[in-house]
């Protein structure tokens, strides 16, 4: 990733663009590309989504499994986040191990659903000390031009509000949704030059100074943050940025919901 | 020990209502990735499969390269939610084994000569898997590797056939892979008629293989004229009549 070349012009472009409030692609600063998903592609999942974001796309498989707790939560389910950026999603993707980059992806995405309280942990319990369910949330990444923060949220919400399991007092009957109520959503924003803007393409992140993503909950409280990249913020930025969060986020809240 | 449980009715139906000689209803797709120099989604009954191919292209790790022609890599995965148990990410010794055999199937099409000292990359990611995985993984990366345009002898279909209930039967399922009596995948080139990828595991007696192996044969050309029209639907400018007279 580190070695894509963005051309000295084409920098010069997205500034000026910028400074008129508007981007490569005729959006304005502080608009989201176009957002289409669906929900319930995989079989074998017990959620799932796809989702694309403009041309970035991808796809949330969420496995749920009985397992045992955590000693210091015996009475509490686990959530597993993961990511793998495959080279089928961008040529400089590396196979291997994850790369700090997914691992940095799948620990925000993680934390954002986690520290909402989205998901009800202690009725994951079936069993304390013994058996819970445990969530596994996996990220798969088709095709890469930027924003994945956001996109694997939202994926990553689609899928868990997806997901059926087996009723623990009801084996037989039909089954349930997982025990979660909200919809945590990220945004995130990138510094370019003096002009932040939110959704980056891969372009708009390969020049970008800083960024920052926001996770929210229903109420457009924060319950996450992460600062990525060298650059620096100013205060300013920063509650600005916390402002649209609070915005955008009821706004594409909204539309996830809408389209069950 | 299987006997509670019938593969193939007495009308000669199979579990899932397929004849012995019928396929699972494919979808094909070409040209769906925008990264990706070539990339195609095959559904194959509840198999879903995603192949990129990128190339060619400089040699990872380097001292791989070969002056005289191409490399084909590939890279077979198994996603994490594609199983009924969650698959931990990563390589395994299977996923090792048919990403090994899938880039042989391809080195036998493609024209490597025409590339030396380069890679021809081929990422397979199976989403969800309903046995047969490796046929359609190489059925998906072969249409891959055509939307990249990289020129090659034909496309390779692929197939597999076994047995089930002691008859041979086509494109083993689930169940029937589970506990059926044999399993062959086969991965034929329609042009040379070569046989490129040949697997069994199981119990057959001769004339059972010779019975699955033009089986299984007899479908890749059906197989290979899917993969054509995705191809031909992918890259015409308008939608044509196709094939049907």
């Known amino acids: ?260 | 020990m299987n006997e509670k449980i019938r593969l193939i009715n007495d009308d000669g139906l199979r579990v899932d209502g397929r004849k012995p000689d019928e396929l699972r209803p494919i979808k094909i797709e070409a040209g769906v990735l925008d990264n990706a120099d070539g990339s195609a989604y095959v559904e194959w009954g509840n198999n879903k499969v995603i192949a990129a191919v990128y190339g060619p292209r400089e040699v990872q790790p380097k001292y791989l390269q070969n002056s005289a022609k191409a490399i084909v890599q590939v890279n077979y995965n198994m996603a994490a939610f594609s199983g009924d148990d969650r698959i931990r990410p990563g390589p395994n010794r299977r996923a090792t084994e048919i990403s090994k055999i899938t880039a042989e199937a391809l080195e036998n099409v493609i024209l490597t000569n025409q590339f030396p000292r380069t890679s021809i990359d081929v990422f397979i990611e199976i989403l969800e898997a309903d046995a047969g995985t490796r046929c359609a993984g190489l059925t998906a990366a072969s249409v891959a590797v055509a939307d990249a345009g990289i020129p090659m002898i034909d496309l390779v279909p692929s197939c597999a056939a076994g047995k089930a209930d002691d008859q041979v039967v086509l494109d083993v399922g689930k169940l029937e892979d589970n506990i059926g009596q044999a399993d062959l995948p086969v991965a034929y080139v329609p042009r040379t008629g070569e046989i490129v990828l040949l697997q069994m595991d199981g119990h057959l007696t001769r004339d059972e293989f010779e019975k699955a192996l033009n089986m299984a044969i007899e479908a890749c050309k059906d197989i290979h004229a899917l993969q054509q029209e995705a191809l031909k639907s992918r890259y015409s400018p308008q939608k044509e009549g196709g094939d049907a007279e």
Request: proline share 5%; hydrophobic share 40%; glycine share 8%.
């Open chain 1, 1 to 260: 990733m580190k070695r894509t070349v963005i051309p000295e012009i084409k920098k010069e472009l997205i500034h000026k663009l910028a400074t008129e409030d508007t981007r490569e692609d005729g959006r304005s600063l502080l608009q989201f590309r176009e957002l289409k998903f669906e929900t319930g592609i995989i079989g074998t999942a017990n959620g799932s989504s796809r989702l694309s974001l403009g041309g970035t796309e991808i796809i949330v498989g969420v496995k749920v499994q009985v397992g045992t707790p955590y000693p210091d939560k015996p009475d509490q389910g686990v959530l597993m986040t993961g990511c793998e950026l495959k080279p089928m999603a961008h040529p400089s993707f590396q196979g291997g191990a994850p790369s700090e980059e997914a691992i940095e992806i799948a620990r925000v995405v993680d934390r954002g659903i986690r520290e909402s309280g989205m998901i009800d942990m202690h009725k994951l319990c079936i069993e304390p000390e013994k058996k819970v369910w445990m969530i596994y949330l996996d990220i798969q990444v088709l095709n890469y031009d930027g924003n994945l923060f956001d996109a694997a949220t939202m994926a990553g919400v689609l899928a868990l509000h997806n997901a059926r399991i087996l009723d623990i007092n009801n084996p037989e009957g039909e089954k349930v949704p997982l025990p979660i109520t909200s919809w945590p959503l990220t945004v995130t924003f990138v510094k370019i030059k003096d002009s932040i803007m939110v959704d980056p393409t891969f372009t708009e992140e390969r020049i970008a100074n800083a960024r920052l993503t926001i996770s929210m909950d229903d109420n457009g409280d924060i319950r996450a943050m992460q600062k990525g990249l060298n650059g620096a913020l100013i205060y300013d930025d920063a509650i600005r940025a916390m402002d649209t969060a609070r915005e955008l986020t009821f706004d594409l809240r909204a539309r996830l919901q809408n389209n069950p």
